[in-house]
């Protein structure tokens, strides 16, 4: 692929994965404009005065809520990457109609922005949440992928092609517990929810590059899952504070003892690969399907599970993933 005279846009650019997608762009890739497509002008200002300074680089003000500024923004683009979300559990429990409008209706703007300005490829970002979902959250984002996946139909017969990437619990990104176990170790205790409780985990680094390898790959209508680590999140606790007390305070509502990247119902149409798996499209109305000759399709029943995963991160694994986060947290810089 060539992402040298490739026009990319990113919505949520100036979040967690927005920004280190922005620097792996800029020092690896070269795109000929990276636009940056995000609502809050003073996180904007704050990645232009931070080292984010290259003549490749445009800053849009925008909300993905509206349709008219992202056909204007995606004026002449070539690739979108769809990581603007509402993802704080507990905000869009309280504020369900806020997270309906951002995660559903932005997910359908985008979808329908890109077809009308001949997009070539759209990768909306998901998450485990969307599989089997308890929360208002995962139910969106379930939403959003369907959303995304069945507007393939819609553009069969033009350029633009949607898929969407699949991932657990990111390190170190706004939300991600470390930030919070990293503050509660001064303290003397941390707090879990359940210490049976297991999740996904992958690093920002990581996420993006998974994220840049599917856009080169897809061809549409399919959902990447890459192959990541399960963690038991008492280890993560033991990792980051090992001589505090562990205070179980029982699950919230809205909240998993598991996490799934891959459901029963789904693996029949998966094709497993050596990194990643593929979720095929349920139905081959258009695309998507010439998975199967490249991997192996999945055996009855399978489910990908985060306390079923064949891999695992001890405590001393753990230890060494999150080092260059508690560095940056050390630093102030952690974006918790």
């Not at 060539?2 to 979040?15: A, C, R």
């Not at 109609?97 to 077809?115: D, Q, R």
């Not at 029982?250 to 996490?259: A, D, F, N, S, V």
């Amino acid at each position: 692929m060539d992402w040298k005279n490739s026009v990319v846009l990113i919505t949520g650019g100036t979040g967690s994965f927005g920004r280190k997608f922005v620097r792996i762009m800029l020092d690896e890739f070269h795109p000929k404009k990276l636009i940056v497509f995000s609502r809050d002008e003073l996180k904007q200002h704050e990645m232009q005065t931070s080292g984010f300074a290259d003549p490749s680089l445009r800053f849009f003000i925008g909300d993905v809520r509206d349709r008219d500024r992202l056909r204007r923004a995606m004026n002449g683009v070539d690739i979108v990457v769809h990581a603007a979300a509402l993802k704080q559990v507990p905000a869009c429990e309280y504020n369900p109609m806020e997270a309906i409008k951002t995660n559903i209706m932005g997910t359908s703007n985008v979808v329908e922005a890109a077809l009308d300005s001949e997009v070539n490829k759209v990768l909306a970002i998901s998450t485990d949440k969307a599989v089997n979902p308890v929360n208002l959250y995962g139910a969106t984002k379930l939403a959003a992928e369907k959303l995304v996946i069945q507007s393939n139909a819609y553009a069969a017969g033009a350029a633009t092609r949607y898929s969407c990437v699949r991932y657990g619990n990111v390190v170190g990104s706004r939300g991600s517990v470390v930030p919070v176990f990293l503050k509660q170790r001064e303290t003397g205790t941390v707090t879990i929810t359940d210490d049976r409780m297991t999740r996904f985990w992958l690093s920002l680094d990581q996420g993006v590059h998974f994220v840049i390898n599917c856009i080169e790959q897809m061809e549409g209508g399919e959902v990447f899952v890459p192959k990541i680590p399960s963690m038991k999140v008492v280890d993560l606790a033991r990792a980051i504070a090992p001589h505090a007390a562990i205070n179980v305070i029982g699950i919230r509502p809205g909240e998993k003892l598991h996490e799934a990247l891959i459901s029963e119902d789904e693996s029949r149409t998966t094709v497993e690969l050596e990194n990643m798996f593929v979720v095929q499209p349920a139905e081959a109305l258009w695309f998507g399907y010439s998975w199967q000759q490249k991997g192996n399709l999945l055996e009855d029943g399978f489910r990908y599970t985060s306390d079923t995963n064949t891999e695992w991160l001890d405590v001393e694994g753990i230890q060494k993933f999150i080092a260059p986060y508690e560095k940056l947290f050390s630093n102030g810089k952690l974006d918790g």
